[in-house]
């Protein structure tokens, strides 16, 4: 069944309801976990490939790394903590965050923008994907290679412990991650405790460093190393890696728990890391190594065992944040029904992909496998992150413009600052694009091939089986003036356009030549918000003694599930009883034709994508001993 759009009416930022305090401390503690797992584990290699960059036109002076620091820290103070922290967590769509429910938000009351708003959406989802790819990559890697410092004659080793690490994180992900998850906030908040000691040490010892929290440095830098500053400026955009996720774990713990985990916590902690490897790296210039150096040598296994749970957590923010941003391209009929499955009974946000997770694992170990350190792979790192944060500065233009009704010189004031440094980021990215950065663009290609692919065939599609359907009101008045054999029970008759006759009715009538004395024909419509109130789930239309028309409603982070919607309905004078209803689905089989409207590869795709697609039986949840499915060809 094809589904239909529909655009839900939004409203700017309401007032957030504050949650009590004890659970304002749990989630912020859930937080640390999950939200920050990402920008928390930069400190082992940003500051590290910024030092490295640097050091391209000639050996780092003492004014080299304060501008290395100081650029360090007003990208944090500018992206994350305004743009992201002040501004992105505020443009929510009914509490849920992520691009794609940014895009669902922006094209309310975008008039012609609505294609363009749709494409950046498509865009930044494809992104989010390279970056799945390659986070849990890089942050293992990067990790592992802490044991080189403990023990350098485990060098040999670092590559088969770290992919042993990564299929191990990917195995265990059918059996659910909420145990586990549980105490992924602790460990993280001991390892930004541990950072924070560390790095607070190392300042005491030198607080000369602090110098470096003048933005002068940072300017001083960039005019007297105008050879190497892009790729200096592409090795500090590290740092600010995760600060998406921010946004995208919007739903799971709400703006205030996130907000005072980064400000209480998170950010001191990485500022006082970072400035403590600076002051190491002032009186140890040949360092290689600083976070794993700068410990004392008994503290140097047990942190680099922490910096490894740490770096697995962080892998884990990415595969979940893949598996839920796959199920809001589903439901927003950008990706092909897939097998979606719950792992917890308690929480409906836990849920695992097995197509998704497949997909995931062969790129993270092909990548740990191709480019063997977590160096080689800060060049495949960067691009679609800073594609990613690019993209969400467009939308969020058009929140602040067209759905926040701004005037339109201010949403351009607002934004233009923060697209100019992420654009700069984002140039300086795309010059590591011959040292590895083609990997993530070809992940990120591929995945936006797939989405529009997907999209334009289910439109070519929906039009094509419109022009040979009868509409429905034509088909019921004909159908109430003639004398019917009708049997017993409830028909239900799924369909994508509830203005056009069912393909299955119509053939249920050509086969067999009875009617069932309810019939009711349904449509899903999914909606531009990630969930509607059971108040507002259906729309019933009583068409005549024969026929009823039913709508049922979903958001974008829902489940559909139409045995119990339809149960819900009784209470609204709908006669439905489960075991005397069948439930009609039209089976297509799709053919190419160069006529379709897309090259002929890409109807090969789509068809590919269809015929892989899920059954609409399990993904709508209903009994498969209720279902009569009909089959069709139709050539697109």
């Excluded at 890089?138 to 412990?161: D, F, M, Q, R, Y």
């Excluded at 249920?508 to 969930?531: A, Q, W």
């Excluded at 005397?580 to 297509?588: D, H, I, V």
Aim: charged share 15%.
């Amino acid at each position: 069944m094809d589904e239909k759009r529909h655009d839900a009416a939004e409203t700017p930022p309401e007032q957030e309801c504050e949650p009590p305090a004890s659970s304002t401390a749990a989630l912020t503690l859930g937080a640390l976990g999950v939200v920050y797992g990402d920008i928390g584990t930069s400190p082992i290699y940003a500051f590290r490939e910024a030092v490295r960059a640097a050091a391209g036109d000639g050996p780092n002076t003492d004014y080299d790394i304060l501008g290395i620091l100081s650029l360090i820290l007003w990208s944090l103070i500018l992206i994350v903590a305004v743009k992201y922290m002040l501004i992105v967590l505020r443009a929510d769509n009914r509490g849920e965050g992520g691009v794609l429910s940014l895009m669902a938000l922006a094209r309310h009351d975008a008039g012609r923008f609505t294609g363009l708003i749709v494409m950046l959406g498509m865009a930044g989802a494809a992104l989010f994907y390279g970056d799945a790819v390659v986070s849990p990559a890089i942050s293992v890697l990067s990790a592992v290679e802490g044991l080189e410092v403990v023990t350098p004659a485990l060098s040999n080793w670092i590559v088969p412990i770290a992919v042993a690490i990564l299929i191990g994180l990917f195995f265990v992900q059918k059996y659910g991650t909420g145990r586990v998850a549980i105490v992924f906030g602790p460990i993280t908040a001991v390892w930004f405790v541990v950072l924070a000691v560390i790095g607070l040490y190392h300042v005491i010892l030198n607080p000369y460093v602090l110098i470096a929290i003048n933005p002068y440095y940072a300017f001083y830098f960039l005019f007297q190393h105008s050879g190497v500053a892009m790729a200096v400026f592409g090795a500090i955009f590290l740092a600010i890696t995760g600060a998406e996720t921010l946004y995208a774990d919007l739903g799971h713990f709400g703006r205030r728990p996130i907000m005072l985990a980064w400000f209480i916590l998170v950010f001191p902690a990485l500022l006082l890391n970072y400035f403590g490897q600076g002051a190491y790296v002032l009186h140890n210039h040949d360092s290689r190594q600083p976070l794993f150096e700068m410990l004392p040598e008994w503290g140097a296994l047990p942190f680099v065992l922490l910096a490894m749970l740490a770096t697995v957590i962080a892998g884990q923010a990415a595969i979940t944040g893949a598996f839920s941003l796959t199920r809001q391209a589903i439901q927003l009929s950008l990706l092909p029904r897939l097998d979606v499955q719950h792992t917890s009974a308690e929480q409906s946000g836990q849920i695992y992909v097995p197509q998704i997770n497949m997909f995931l694992l062969i790129g993270v170990v092909i990548l740990a496998l191709a480019f063997r350190s977590s160096s080689a792979l800060t060049a495949a790192y960067g691009i679609a992150l800073s594609g990613a944060m690019v993209v969400t500065g467009l939308l969020l233009f058009f929140v602040i413009w067209k759905v926040w009704h701004k005037p339109l010189w201010l949403a351009i004031c607002g934004m233009l600052p923060f697209l100019f440094i992420e654009l700069s980021f984002f140039g300086s990215n795309l010059l590591k694009v011959k040292d590895g950065g083609w990997a993530t663009i070809a992940i990120a290609t591929a995945a936006f091939v797939i989405i529009y692919t997907w999209r334009q065939g289910s439109r070519y599609l929906f039009e094509k089986t419109r022009k040979s359907e009868v509409p429905l009101t034509v088909l019921t008045t004909s159908l109430a003036k003639k004398e019917m054999y009708l049997v017993d029970g409830t028909a239900v008759f799924l369909t994508g356009d509830p203005e056009s006759a069912p393909t299955a009715l119509l053939h249920s009538l050509k086969h067999y030549k009875v009617l069932h004395k309810s019939n009711i024909i349904l449509s899903l419509v999914t909606e531009d918000r990630p969930r509607v109130p059971e108040s507002e789930r259906a729309e019933i239309e009583e068409i005549n003694e024969l026929f009823s028309k039913v709508i049922l409603k979903f958001g974008f982070m829902e489940q559909p599930n139409v045995p119990k919607a339809l149960a819900q309905l009784r209470k609204k004078g709908l006669k439905f009883d489960i075991m005397t209803t069948s439930f009609f689905l039209s089976r297509r089989t799709l053919k190419a034709s160069a006529a379709s409207g897309m090259p002929i590869w890409q109807d090969r795709l789509f068809i590919l994508m269809a015929r892989n697609a899920s059954e609409a039986t399990a993904y709508f949840q209903i009994p498969t001993g209720r279902v009569v499915e009909i089959g069709t060809q139709v050539i697109i």
